[in-house]
């Protein structure tokens, strides 16, 4: 598992405590957090938009800790898809379910609706003057006319939404951590693309660095490669994923 902590904690401020924990990615191999992956409540929608084979491809838990003031604990609004080295967008879906009550208070999810309908926009790192996340991309063109919708949840409440969605959160306001866990699914019989030279290449560099330095892995070795590996067949049968 990969566990990221907020840019505004220092490292001299290392105490071992939930405020080191901002938010834990690829939990594939916990038997209990996964056990959300595979779960007939949510598999029963996301096979509507993946088909009967799915691929359970990149898991998050999210711990929003409380803000700091410097508002880092906010997520700019940016597309998945960034982030994603398979295609086609029509077969991948992220199931984002609230673990408490979530709203624009502690930081609720942000969405532009119908968004989705677009394609995937430049993103970079925003000028923030409180700084902001490693690989906390935002998008660089959009309307910001765009009408917005805060998605209020209570626990257990869970929206899927395509990779495409332009779509963030605020700053936690309060002094709890506002907790979620999701998942993104794909259809297994998508397929890799190469990332070099798109927009996206900046993504695969810097994770490569980033698991490089924790992990040993070799830097140049590829997102693709790295996604194959924490792929998780969870229904039907595994295809090309």
């Known amino acids: 598992m990969m566990i990221m902590r907020d840019v505004s904690i220092a490292k001299s401020e290392y105490i071992p405590s939930e405020r080191m924990i901002s938010k834990i990615q690829y939990f594939e191999d916990d038997k209990e957090l996964f056990r959300y992956c595979t779960l007939p409540?949510?598999?029963k929608y996301v096979e509507c938009f993946t088909g009967p084979n799915i691929m359970a491809m990149h898991t998050m838990l999210i711990n929003k800790p409380p803000d700091s003031g410097k508002k880092t604990?906010?997520?700019p609004l940016h597309q998945d898809e960034h982030y994603i080295?398979?295609?086609?967008?029509n077969k991948i879906v992220c199931a984002w379910t609230a673990m408490?009550?979530?709203d624009r208070n502690n930081g609720c999810l942000c969405?532009?609706?119908g968004t989705h309908k677009g394609s995937l926009k430049p993103h970079d790192y925003p000028n923030w003057e409180g700084g902001v996340n490693l690989m906390f991309y935002g998008i660089q063109d959009y309307d910001e006319n765009s009408p917005r919708v805060h998605l209020?949840?209570?626990?257990?409440d869970?929206?899927?939404f395509h990779p495409l969605l332009i779509h963030g959160s605020g700053w936690n306001k309060t002094q709890g951590y506002r907790k979620a866990i999701c998942c993104h699914f794909a259809s297994a019989d998508c397929h890799y693309i190469d990332v070099k030279g798109t927009s996206q290449e900046i993504v695969e560099r810097e994770f490569m660095e980033l698991v490089h330095r924790l992990y040993g892995i070799p830097k140049d070795t590829s997102l693709k490669e790295v996604s194959r590996y924490r792929a998780r067949l969870?229904?039907?049968q595994r295809i090309s994923l």
């Open 41 to 43: 409540e949510i598999l």
């Open 73 to 75: 604990s906010r997520h």
């Open 85 to 89: 080295s398979f295609r086609p967008s």
């Open 100 to 102: 408490e009550h979530i």
């Open 111 to 113: 969405v532009l609706p």
């Open 152 to 156: 209020v949840m209570e626990k257990g």
């Open 158 to 160: 869970t929206v899927f």
């Open 234 to 236: 969870v229904k039907g």
